[in-house]
DNA sequence: AAGTGGTCTAGACCACAAG
DNA sequence: TTGTGGTCTAGACCACTTA
């Protein structure tokens, strides 16, 4: 971060523009980083130590600007960004909020599967297994882990119209998600990551995924009920927390005749 | 758009903010659209009519904001969302420039394929054919043309490191694309969207993808040196160009064995 | 009526690029 | 030095929500 702190008071006073001196950074910095940039570092901070939770609202554009000590202006750009990542979500008349994965429609945004009609189907979960082990080599690096720390392994299904239609692998650390058994993933009602959320505190904000075309091995095809060899998507996703923290690694096999991954290039 | 045109003169003169009328839509109008979003639509269709090339610079801000008679800040918003929707670069200290799909480093936009190592490699096309034909009455549907309207199919073939593994079927309205032979295409240099800009105007704007996994055909198998059955990546894609016109259909089978789909959620 | 985000303006200054 | 986009401010008004 910059010189400029902008966190309590600025270098000289409130700095008005266009008449006293300037707030922003003192010139010929090294590395030059804009208010709104910190302020939305600020506000960060704050979603991330839990000051706002998911679901509630943040001090108005007026109180944050009077908090950090700058203009309006400045906190609406910061707030902007944050908004375009999808960490902030603005409501005219309301306020703004803390993203969540609850209420939002926002079960799509992860898993873009869409019948051929083009209609976002409802699934419901089928749970496999929950155990608890010691992390490989593999799964030790995507989650930035040390070999054989403790992980969380789930298995589970997916039906769409009834029918099994993706099986998810799913690696979480086991430090972080201390206390997840079969029996709370089963007694949650709504989006894994909505339980992620409100049960331990961890919100994915990222990932990025990995598609490829693979043959079913017999064991996959059996639970999935497609005959060896059959053609399934294979998604390896890895997400990531504030910070860019990876949280969780998923391998998902998805039967696509009937479905299509969606995807927008814009 | 608004009662409010922007275009030359707003309602009554230049309307300064805080003293004067303010300059914005008339007062509970049904239909409200910000003065920026009118200076958008302005823009993009300046941009469209070729006013403004792909490439070339076009006028600063300050003599946009004199030309559409509003300040500058509000063109400055215009042009953000324009640049964030890829139709405008902004380069600090130079000007805002047309984006195109030549120089730019936008190949991996449209074509996500990374190796296994996440590296993106390059990639050599070798040309099938280019036949002239009637839409057929799917193609015609996502061309948005009527049925046997003229259509010009494409055939190629992508290499990396040396080994076939993209084979696509491209479609494109035969009235659009006059005079595109084989012959032009194996003589352009560069990515195909670039030709499209150059020779016929056509820049792509935004795509959809449906992606599923398939089994090879015999032909396809045979085009990409594996067993007929094997599993291939099938992407459809759906261009569009300014005004959301769908102007290309492309069917890609790809080889994910070495590499793999790359996508980003967030 | 009050409070919130959304739009618009005007002006000052900074960082960057090029003559 | 000049011109461009980038940042920051202050203030006014609009649109939407809730009381």
Known sequence: MNSNQASSANPIGPAGAGESAPPSASSSSPTFSPLYQQIKGLITQSLESGEWKPGEIIPSEVELAARYKVSQGTVRKAIDELAADNLLVRRQGKGTFVATHNE???QFRFLRLLADDGVEHPHISQLLECR???ASAEI???????????VVLIKRLLQFDGEDTVLDEIWLPGGVFRGLTLERLSDYKGPLYAMFETEFGTRMIRATEKIRAVAADPTVADLLHVPPGFPLLSVERVSYTYGDRPVEVRRGWYVTTGYYYQNDLS
Not at 140 to 150: E, F, G, I, V
């Open 104 to 106: 939002d429609r926002a």
């Open 132 to 134: 608890r082990l010691r």
């Open 140 to 150: 030790a690096r995507q989650l930035d882990l040390k070999p054989s720390d403790p």
